[in-house]
């Protein structure tokens, strides 16, 4: 006892903050998985707990059409879940208890909400969000009942509204009708349901004749419910009369029947743990493995295109310039080193041509090469232009590289995340310029002025 209540539960406290802590996408599959192992793991807490101060919460789980919440209106002798033609309709669950503070604080780990039937009228439920009934009667005050979305519907909300209810719930109540008792969806939760211990009932709503409630019951003995409780409810113009030990009201007293009965067995779990720890592995664990083996086999693929530093000293401008671009951009790794050979000669130009290259900076007006070899028709070199062809052909040379590894779209989205646009890139050099400017200008307007320098 104490291994499961304290120490197992300390530990999943401590493996929630931990996982909790992972700096991952939400929006993409592991995400998803993170958000959905986290839930899982706060319903196993639930059930660790021993201590049992409230009425036993029952789930009805069934598929679209079969009539979840009008059964919950006819066990319950009233009018307090919404239904409607539409075969989708029940949006969140719901929970009729005899008061608001029977629902456990915390339980489904989502808002929990309280209405009263006379004010909201038949309610639908809340995606999200638990929605609590306080209804004082014969069945409230010894169980909580829960109405939940539909298990096979077209919106995938709703199978996940149901899910997580079938996780927190401390027993079950399985709704089919003749149309429905094979769906496929139903079936890991039978799995599920005994591999957990947890009691449930079986109804088959609309039966119109004994022998699809027979076939119903060989189902469920080949699927490990041998011992399964079946009871039928006819529909309303049929002639079908189920026997009275499988009528609505031994129905009714099945399920008062479950208060008091309740017990959470050390082999139920160890199977929820089991299960909890595989997903972890599977879903988690597994995928970010393969994430990170493709982006070791990346990096040196990327370093490879990083060209070497010359060794030699280079001006403050270059320097600069490249700072810069380590700040801005991952694409530090690789350098346009094309450009930085052109910045490199701006120290010689000022050397060889001061009044020239003045017109050239301060007028705009075009380069004349009044040094030895110059043909007068030159223009100055368009380090903008450089800076943004040279900053595509890094990226496509990233990309080629990432193309030729199997990497998972997280790490493709990243790294065109990380990606900084070309004209950005442009927009450095234009304000290293407009710097060199300046600085030309406060030694040209300088007392005395610096010609010899310029």
């Known amino acids: 006892m104490p291994l499961r209540s304290e120490t197992l539960d300390d530990r999943l406290a401590n493996l929630d903050t931990l996982i909790g802590g992972f700096s991952i996408d939400p929006s ?93 009228g038949p309610v639908r439920g809340v995606a999200g969000k ?7 009667g014969p069945l409230t005050r010894e169980i909580t009942l829960i109405d939940t979305p539909d298990l096979d519907g077209d919106q995938p909300q709703h199978h996940a509204e149901a899910d997580r209810v079938f996780r927190w719930a401390e027993a079950l109540l399985f709704l089919v009708t003749p149309e429905k008792y094979q769906m496929t969806e139903l079936l890991p939760y039978y799995r599920l349901a005994r591999r957990y211990a947890l009691p449930a009932l ?95 086999e990346l990096i040196p693929r990327l370093r490879m295109l990083e060209t070497p530093a010359p060794g030699v000293d280079v001006g403050p401008l270059t320097q600069q310039l490249q700072r810069r671009l380590q700040q801005q951009s991952i694409l530090y790794l690789m350098g346009p080193q094309r450009m930085l050979d052109r910045v490199r000669q701006v120290p010689g130009m000022l050397l060889r041509m001061p009044r020239t290259l003045w017109d050239v900076i301060m007028k705009g007006e075009s380069l004349r090469m009044d040094a030895p070899g110059g043909n007068g028709t030159d223009a100055a070199p368009d380090f903008r232009a450089l800076l943004v062809d040279q900053f595509r052909i890094v990226q496509s040379r990233i990309d080629d590289q990432i193309r030729t590894v199997e990497v998972s779209d997280a790490i493709t989205k990243d790294s065109a995340s990380m990606r900084i646009d070309p004209d950005t890139a442009g927009r450095i050099a234009d304000e290293e310029l407009a710097d060199l400017k300046n600085w030309l200008e406060k030694r040209w307007h300088g007392t005395p002025r610096d010609t010899l320098l310029l």
Request: proline share 4%; charged share 25%.
């Open 28 to 120: 993409g599959a592991i995400g998803a998985a993170v958000d959905r192992f986290r839930a899982d793991l706060a319903a196993l807490r639930f059930h660790l707990d021993e201590k049992r101060n409230h009425l036993p919460l029952v789930a009805v789980i069934g598929g679209t059409g079969t009539g979840k919440s009008t059964l919950v209106n006819r066990l319950l002798d009233a009018n307090v879940c919404g239904t409607h033609f539409r075969r989708t309709f029940t949006s969140g669950a719901i929970a009729v208890a005899n008061a608001a503070a029977a629902i456990p604080d915390g339980w489904l780990n989502v808002d929990k909400e309280a209405v009263t039937p006379t004010a909201a």
């Open 202 to 296: 079986f109804v088959m709503n609309k039966c119109e004749e004994e022998a699809v409630l027979e076939d119903f019951q060989r189902q469920l003995s080949e699927r490990d419910w041998a011992d399964a409780r079946i009871f039928a409810l006819p529909r309303d113009d049929a002639a079908y009369q189920p026997p009275p030990e499988a009528d609505l009201s031994s129905l009714r007293n099945s399920l008062i029947s479950l208060n008091g009965s309740l017990h959470t067995s050390h082999e139920a779990i160890s199977n929820r743990t089991a299960d909890l720890l595989d997903r972890l592995r599977d879903r988690i664990i597994a995928p970010l493995q393969r994430e990170r083996a493709q982006i070791d």
């Open 130 to 136: 638990l929605t609590v009934i306080a209804l004082d």
